[in-house]
C-alpha cells in the first residue's frame, strides 16, 4: 500500500492538478505555497460571479470557513453546488465549527453537497457530528473512539471520507479506516497547518478516484513532511519554512523509512 | 519588576488564552503565529453575526485597523462594545491613523469603548490625540515628549493604558510610564510587527488584570525578541522567521540578561 | 545602462516612495514585505472611501486583480481614475486574465485607465491583448515572439510600457525592448513572486518618470535577487525568505557581476 501511496505523491508532482481554494484569510499564502510545493496548481478565487468557472477549470475545489461572512458563505455554497453537479471532487475544512451559531449553519448548509472527505480535528468533526440530530448513543471511554464514531456517522449520513487530524490522523470511510502516526507537537504551534493539510488533500482528490486513499495519501506526505521538518527547525518560525521545503524535496527513501502507518479493513 | 513580568510570560505559556482579532488582511497569517509563539490561541474571525458569540469565548479582543471598510468597521464596533459590555479587556491598534478621514472617523467611533489599550507609533498616537479636540497647549521640543503628552491626553480621556512604538518603546498610564531600549533599526523593514505587538499585547491582557504591567510584559518580550532573533537574521526574510522562533523559545536567562526597561512612577 | 539602473536601486532606498496597493488577499504580506525589504514604504488600503486620499498621498499605486469581487473591483477603478487625473504612475498586474468573463472585464475596465505598467505572464499578456479586439494578425512560430507581438499591441492601445515575465522577462514600450535572463525556475513554486515583482515596479514607478527604465530595474533587481536567494535555499519556503534578505542586501558588486541583461534600441 505504502508503494501506491508514493506513486499517488509522484502523480501530483507530474500532473499538477489545477486546485481551487475558497480559505480562509490567514492561511491563503501558505496553502498556495503548500500546493505548490507538492507540484499542484493552486487558484485562489472567491467571487460569487466566478465560481461556476473556476470550478469548471479545476480538478477539485476546497472549501474551509475559517473566515467566514456572508458574501464568502454565498460563494462557498455556489462551490459546492457546482462541484456536486459537475461531479468534481470537493473538500470541507469546518475550521471552528462549534464555536459560533453562524459556523454550525453554514456547515450544515455545506453539508448538504456531499463533500468528498471532511478533514478537521476531533473538536469540530464531534460538531458536525452532533448537528446531524443522530449522534445519540455514541459512548466512548475516550475522545479517540468518540471522534471516530463522530467520523463513521458522518460517512453514513453525507457519504464523506472523514479525517480527524490529531496526535495520530485517523482517516476513515465506510470500510476502511487508517491510523497515521507521524507529525510532530511543534505544528500546533503554526498556524493553518490544518488548513495546509486540506489543501493538500484536495490535490490528491484532484488525481485519484478513491477519495479514502486520497486523503490517506495526502496526510502521509503531510504530517510525514512536518515531521522532518521539525528536525531542522529551532521554532515555529523555522518550522513553517522547512515545512514547505520539505513538501517539495521529501524523497522515496524518506518516505518508506519513517512512515508510520497502519491501515486497516473494518470489521 | 522583572520577576513579575517573567511570570507573566509563563503564565501566558501555561495558561494559554483565546484571543480574538479583527485585523488586517497583511498580518492576519503573522500574528496569529506570534500568539501561538508564545504559547496563546489565537481565534481570527470578523463576521458581525458570530462576533458577540466569539467574544464571549475569548478572554481578549485585538481590533486593528489596517485594512479597514465598511462591513469590517461594524464588526469592529460590534466587538469594542461586546467585549466593553462583557468586561473583557481589548486592544486598539490604530494603523495608519491620521492618512485618512475613513480611518480618523473609524479610530474615533472606536473610542467611546474605551480600549484598555491603545498601541501605535507616536505618528498615530498623535493623531489620535488631535482628534480628541484638547490638545491645544501640547508644546514639546522634541517628538519623544510631544507623543508622551499625547499618551497622557488619550489617558485622562479614554482611561487607557497608551503604548508608543518606536527606537524606545513607552507604555505609560495615570500613575506610571516604562522606557523599553530594546528592539532592532531591522524590525521596521518587516511589515506588520506593531500589529503582532499589538497582538501579544493582547494575550498578556487576557491573563492580567493591571493593564500597564500586562503591556510592559507585552512589550518586553516583544522587542527583545526581536533584538536576540536579529542576531542571527541575515536580513529581514530571516528576521520575520527567527522572531517567531525566539517568541517561542526565549529563555528567562536572555530575559533577564538582555532586558533594558526603566519603570517609573511618575510624578 | 547597468549603472543607471543601479542608482535607481539606491534611489528608492533613499527615497523610501510611499506605494499604495490594492492587491490580493495571498500575497499582501509578501508584497509589503518585499517593499520594505527593497527600502520603500507599502501603504495597504482597499477601502473606496479612502481611496482618493491614499493615491493623494502616495508616489504610485499598484493594482492586482487576483483575489478580486464586486467592492475591491469598484475600489480598483476608483484608484486607477483618481491615479490618473492626478498624473501619478499605476501599474496593473492582470493576475488570472482569461479564467473568468469577470477578471476579463475588469481588466478591460481597468485598462480605460491606461496603466503606465502592465505586468503579467505570457497567457496573460496574450488575454489583454485578444480583448482589445486587434488581435488578428498576430502570427508567431513561438509563444515568446506572440507574447512580444501582444505586448506590443497594448503598448500602442494603451501606451503602456508592458513587462512579460518567464524564464526570460521582457520588457518593452513603443521603442525599446530587454530581455533579462536571471532568476530561477524554483521561483515559480513560491506563491506570488510575480505579484511581488509588480509591486516593485510600482516603488521604481514612484522614482523614475521613465516607465520602461523603471520596469528594467525592478525586473532587473527582482530577478536577480531571486536568482541569487535560490543559491542558499533549500526548497520554496527557504527561497521566500532569502529573497526577502537579498532584495534588502543585494550589493553593487552582486548586482553588476550577475545581470544578464540586453536592452534594445527597437528597429
Redesign the interface.
Known sequence: MKEQLWELILSVRERSPLVHNIT???????T??AL??IGAS?????????TD??VS?CQATVINI??????WIQSMLLAAQSAREKNKPWILDPV?AG?????NQTVQLLLQYKPDVIRGNASEILSLANMTGTTKGVDSTNESTEAIQAGRLLNRTYGSTVCISGQTDIILDSSRISYLYNGHPLM?????LGCSATAVCGAFLAIEQDTYIAAVAAMALFSLSGELAQQH??????L??????????ITEDEFFTHLKLDMHEQV
Open positions: 480562509n484569510y490567514v492561511v491563503m499564502n501558505n498556495a505555497n505548490l510545493a493552486p487558484i485562489m478565487a472567491h467571487a460569487a460571479e466566478e468557472e473556476i477549470i475559517g473566515t467566514l461572512d456572508q458574501a471552528g464555536a459560533s451559531q453562524l459556523r500546533q504551534q503554526v498556524t493553518g527547525a529551532a521554532g515555529p518560525g523555522s513553517q519554512v522547512e515545512l514547505l521545503n520539505k513538501l517539495y524535496n
